[in-house]
């Protein structure tokens, strides 16, 4: 019986001295903190394990120390402490204080993970996604997020939302979409926002509705989604879901253009050369144009080359033009092509040359749903013009330099420029 008296005790104030020690942790009193868990970490007390991997981890009463906190975090992870296991992955993962190993990170990432840890269930499926430390598999990773999803976890009901619409690791299903992308919108998820709105934008997975688009992308535009700013500019400028008002589409498209998206620095450049919500200026239209062209996009290539042509906001340069319609022309872009084909037609900023000509004319009649009506029959009567200006064996080289052509692969995502999984 004093025994016993005496373990509890022991016990009691052992219970004391540790209720002391987190009631420290939580007034600041770090390094009183820190003095106070140690005994019981190094007796193998879990969460006091885990809290001192946390104080290294983050320098509270001790100095930042990414090794000591892996440390510390890997003896609670052994015992089972699920936030340990993956603070522990977590560091395997960026190679903080462990040397960066995706197979460990997911070994930890599992443990935790198979507890109903959510952040640690998403980045296993993050792994799963990207083949990090595991094979790549999007069965899995649908498994994971969807895991994660059902807890409330943002990014993975946006993750799992693109799984849906784009049918990886599950049967494409632009409700299910929809539905997911809602979830993580309603909790300010921004991306998630701009895509629920371009949901509503085409109609998929739910009617169209140009207001509901409206109100989703203004909600990723405030947070200051490039995507959703330019969205939402575009909406302003077509008068869908909103009253046209060209001031505030250059409003939108001008803080997408500020942050570097292509598709709103072609924009906020069209909307000064033709004098849309701004007076018309062409060197300001030059610039956007030009930074956008810088970026890939084809679109901005072609605007720029007009302008060299023309000489609008820049002095006149034939070379110039030839040189950013030619860059155009080599992704595809059907205008482009045409422009280039009638520059070699006619010795514009290049030696005339009826074979080129041919060719990138060729091209462009080829691309019956790119071009408008009247310009692909323009683009077929000039190539049947140059056509019988060639010999046969100049026929035969045109068609060919045609047939081999491959578009190159531009740097800019396109007029969607849809956001990628977390």
């Given at each position: 019986m004093v025994l016993l008296?005496?373990?509890?005790?022991?016990?009691?104030?052992?219970?004391?001295?540790?209720?002391?020690?987190?009631?420290?942790?939580?007034?600041?009193?770090?390094?009183?903190?820190?003095?106070?868990?140690?005994?019981?970490?190094?007796?193998?007390?879990?969460?006091?394990?885990?809290?001192?991997?946390?104080?290294?981890?983050?320098?509270e009463g001790v100095p930042?120390?990414?090794?000591?906190?892996?440390?510390w975090y890997r003896r609670a992870a052994e015992q089972g402490h699920a936030i340990?296991?993956?603070?522990?992955?977590?560091?395997?993962?960026?190679?903080?204080?462990?040397?960066?190993?995706?197979?460990?990170?997911?070994?930890?990432?599992r443990r935790a993970a198979g507890q109903g840890h959510a952040k640690a269930q998403f980045n296993l499926g993050h792994m799963y996604d990207n083949g990090e430390g595991v094979p790549r598999d999007d069965s899995e990773?649908?498994?994971?997020?969807?895991?994660?999803?059902?807890?409330?976890?943002?990014?993975?009901?946006?993750?799992?939302?693109?799984?849906?619409?784009?049918?990886?690791?599950?049967?494409?299903?632009?409700s299910e979409a929809v539905k997911w992308y809602r979830r993580a919108a309603e909790q300010g998820h921004a991306k998630a926002q701009f895509n629920l709105g371009f949901m509503y934008a085409n109609g998929k997975g739910v009617p169209r509705d140009d207001s509901e688009a409206v109100k989703w992308y203004r909600r990723a535009a405030e947070q200051g989604l490039a995507i959703a700013q330019s969205g939402l500019g575009?909406?302003?400028?077509?008068?869908?879901?909103?009253?046209?008002?060209?001031?505030e589409a250059v409003k939108w498209y001008r803080r997408a253009a500020e942050q570097g998206l292509a598709i709103a620095q072609l924009s906020l450049g069209f909307m000064y050369a033709n004098g849309k919500g701004v007076p018309r200026d062409d060197s300001e239209a030059v610039k956007w144009y030009r930074r956008a062209a810088e970026q890939?996009?084809?679109?901005?290539?072609?605007?720029?080359?007009?302008?060299?042509?023309?000489?609008?906001?820049?002095?006149?340069?034939?070379?110039?033009?030839?040189?950013?319609?030619?860059?155009?022309?080599?992704?595809?872009?059907?205008?482009?092509?045409?422009?280039?084909?009638?520059?070699?037609?006619?010795?514009?900023?290049?030696?005339?040359?009826?074979?080129?000509?041919?060719?990138?004319?060729?091209?462009?009649?080829?691309?019956?749903?790119?071009?408008?009506?009247?310009?692909?029959?323009?683009a077929i009567r000039k190539r049947d013009l140059v056509e019988s200006r060639l010999t046969r064996s100049d026929l035969a080289l045109a068609q060919r330099l045609a047939r081999e052509w491959r578009p190159v692969t531009s740097e800019d995502p396109g007029i969607a420029g849809r956001p990628t999984r977390e």
């Open positions: 008296l005496t373990a509890t005790a022991v016990l009691s104030a052992a219970a004391q001295t540790y209720r002391e020690a987190l009631e420290a942790y939580e007034q600041g009193a770090y390094a009183i903190a820190h003095r106070g868990f140690r005994p019981f970490a190094e007796q193998g007390h879990a969460i006091a394990q885990f809290n001192l991997g946390h104080m290294y981890d983050n320098g930042r120390d990414d090794s000591e906190a892996a440390k340990a296991q993956f603070n522990l992955g977590h560091m395997y993962d960026n190679g903080e204080g462990v040397p960066r190993d995706d197979s460990e990170a997911v070994k930890w990432y990773a649908v498994k994971w997020y969807r895991r994660a999803a059902g807890q409330g976890h943002a990014k993975a009901q946006f993750n799992l939302g693109l799984m849906y619409e784009f049918g990886e690791g599950v049967p494409r299903d632009d575009l909406m302003y400028e077509f008068g869908e879901g909103v009253p046209r008002d060209d001031s890939g996009n084809a679109s901005a290539q072609l605007s720029l080359g007009y302008m060299y042509a023309k000489g609008d906001g820049v002095p006149r340069d034939d070379s110039e033009a030839v040189k950013w319609s030619r860059r155009a022309a080599e992704q595809g872009h059907a205008r482009a092509q045409l422009k280039l084909g009638l520059m070699y037609e006619s010795g514009e900023g290049v030696p005339r040359d009826f074979v080129h000509a041919y060719k990138w004319l060729n091209l462009a009649a080829a691309q019956a749903s790119a071009l408008h009506q009247i310009f692909r029959d323009f």
